[in-house]
């Protein structure tokens, strides 16, 4: 649901929080603690496990490209400055997710083009690489937004 | 024995006053909590102050600017900012003053004037990452009531809470409401009118959201030996919590974007709201089944019957019952929000805590007109401020 207009630049919205450039599998960047084996995100210089704390040990890695969707809404006024989005605003979901593998929740906007309110609890989703809003400069902003998995 | 006296509440209506400004509103509670303890602003060794964030510059220092509109007199101003949870921390910081010995009154206050709408940040920082409501409005789009969203979607996949479930909490909130003078929305709600309300974020409607409004509320704790001298009647504070999330936290707290991770630790057996709970429940050697009534942070419908299982009423997934028979109303064995709860005021974020005290000391003394709970001989406030603030109050005569 991008519009690509000629010559405009994608630009992420946090260098390194997600792999770059945009591909048909994107994938989270977060940090793991080698040590404690707990995972952060956005990725970390530091292990927050109070019970490790062995910075040293903490890697970035990329996170799994799916997860378990814990608790969803949508959006049906427009957020508050600092968001900015497409004018008109249109509602749009919001999403927790559970990576099975990472064991942590992490939330982000649902991928456009979908009906939110027919999401459900438990339901696999994927990570993607959509376009949050136009900067000044007219370069697409990205970031990443989970889809529902669709079955066949 | 750490128990202080409550010798002294007061608190403005709660509304919007565009004729008053922000400290007058200080003022207003300041000096009726101070008449109500018989206390002169002058005795007050110590002031403690919530901040704001929607004061600019004087709201870092909302303790220093009403010292001043009070009168200069010397003593410090402790300026403190933990969110919806100030207020209790403020108390918090007084009791262990009077407790030490190190004072024999202090004053508490919190004060503001909130903006209209969702609460935002008061400046633009979205150049910075690392800036929490930057990486959650500015990514996410996640306000206030999206997270509370959040937490009623899981309420209703756990425990099959439905929309006339959230209703009826407002229906009980506004029939509380409308015998108190000092809340800012003093009529009944119907049921009709509140699921006909516009969606906000889904399952929410706009009347099962709390309003953001203008208020001030002051608690004046003294001494046991200090109470001994003063008219009023004394209120024992005889457990207090404050709390931040323990170490696997796997719900994400608002502001952050992520939760930790249970990869190397199982998640406490008990969350951050029944830990405060059970710490003041704890201090104070009253349990849950022996509580006169409770005020509760009701930023939303679903928060409130959450709270009722945090703080031991009832099993999970037994709130909407416990609502449903009439337990938690005014008449019912254990009402909770008397006062008609954050949803009969709006919030005021430095306040609202403080404003749960005054009811539960209102309630104590037999002072609460014509929303008295008979009897009440104990009482507990919870709440919980964004950034992993929860704390808690237990009040007893």
Known sequence: MTDNKKGAKQIPTVEGWFTWPPSEEPHLIGSKCMSCGDYFFPKTIRCRNPYCMKDAAVKDLPFSRRAKLWSFTTNYFKPPIPFKSADPFKPFGVAIVEFTEERIKIQGIVASGYDTERLRIGQEMEVVLEKLHDDINGNEVITWKFKPVTIG | ?397
């Open chain 2, 1 to 397: 024995m750490n128990e202080v006296i409550i010798a002294g509440v007061g608190m403005t209506r709660w509304g919007k006053w565009n004729d008053l400004t922000s400290v007058d509103l200080g003022v207003e509670a300041a000096r009726k909590a101070l008449a109500d303890s018989g206390l002169e602003w002058r005795n007050i060794q110590l002031l403690v102050s919530g901040e704001s964030r929607f004061a600019g510059t004087n709201g870092f220092l909302m303790g220093n600017v009403l010292a001043k509109e009070l009168g200069w007199s010397g003593i410090p101003a402790l300026n403190i900012y933990n969110a919806c949870s100030s207020g209790t921390y403020a108390v918090r910081i007084a009791q262990m003053h009077v407790a030490a010995g190190m004072c024999d009154a202090v004053l508490c206050v919190g004060y503001d004037k909130s903006p209209i709408g969702f609460f935002s940040p008061p400046y633009d920082r979205s150049w910075d990452y690392t800036d929490l409501d930057t990486q959650r409005l500015r990514l996410l789009g996640l306000t206030n009531p999206t997270i509370f969203a959040l937490h009623a979607m899981r309420r209703r996949e756990l425990y099959g809470t439905t929309d006339t479930d959230l209703a009826k909490v407002k229906v009980k909130s506004s029939k509380h409401g409308v015998l108190n003078p000092y809340a800012r929305y003093q009529r009944e709600f119907t049921m009709e009118e509140i699921v006909n309300s516009p969606m906000v974020c889904s399952p929410l409607r706009l009347y099962e959201i709390a309003a953001t409004s203008d208020g001030a509320a002051a608690v004046v704790i003294c001494s046991q030996k200090l109470a001994k001298t003063l008219t009023s009647k004394p209120i024992i504070l005889a457990g207090i919590s404050c709390t931040t999330p323990s170490y696997p936290e796997n719900e994400p707290a608002l502001m952050w974007l992520s939760s930790d991770s249970t990869y190397s630790r199982p998640i406490p057996e008990v969350n951050q709201q029944q830990t405060a709970a059970l710490l003041a429940y704890e201090e104070s050697g009253i349990g849950p089944e022996d509580l006169s009534l409770a005020e509760v942070y009701d930023l939303s419908a679903n928060l409130e019957l959450d709270w009722y299982e945090y703080i031991g009423l009832c099993a999970p997934g037994e709130a909407e019952e416990l609502l449903s028979e009439g337990a938690t109303s005014l008449g019912g064995r254990i009402p909770v929000n008397p006062s008609g709860g954050v949803s009969a005021f709006g919030e005021s974020v430095p306040a609202q805590s403080l404003a749960q005290m005054c009811e539960l000391v209102w309630q104590l003394r037999g002072e609460a007109g014509a929303r008295q709970v008979e009897g009440a001989k104990t009482a507990l406030a919870i709440n919980m401020g964004l950034m992993g603030n929860i704390s808690c109050a237990i009040l007893k005569r």
